[in-house]
C-alpha cells in the first residue's frame, strides 16, 4: 500500500498518539509536547513547535511512538 503524506498529515498521526512515560525523556518527544500532572494527568503536543519539524523528522517522531505501545 502506498500513501501519499503531506507535513499536516504526519502532524495529525504524531498528535494522535501520546508517549509513554519513558518515551517523555526523549529530546524530540519533551521538546514538542508538555505533560501535565495532577488531578488531570494527560500529554499535549504543541502543533506549533510541531509545524517547524521537517517531514522527515515527523516521521521518525511517528516512528518513535509506534514503537513505544
Known sequence: MIWDLDKE???AL???KSPSYRLMDNP?????GSW???FVEEWSW???KLETL???ELLVLHQLLKDDN
Open 14 to 16: 504524531v498528535m494522535g
Open 54 to 56: 521537517t517531514e522527515g
Open 46 to 48: 504543541d502543533k506549533y
Open 28 to 32: 524530540m518527544v519533551e521538546d514538542t
Open 9 to 11: 498529515d504526519f502532524i
Open 36 to 38: 501535565t500532572g495532577g
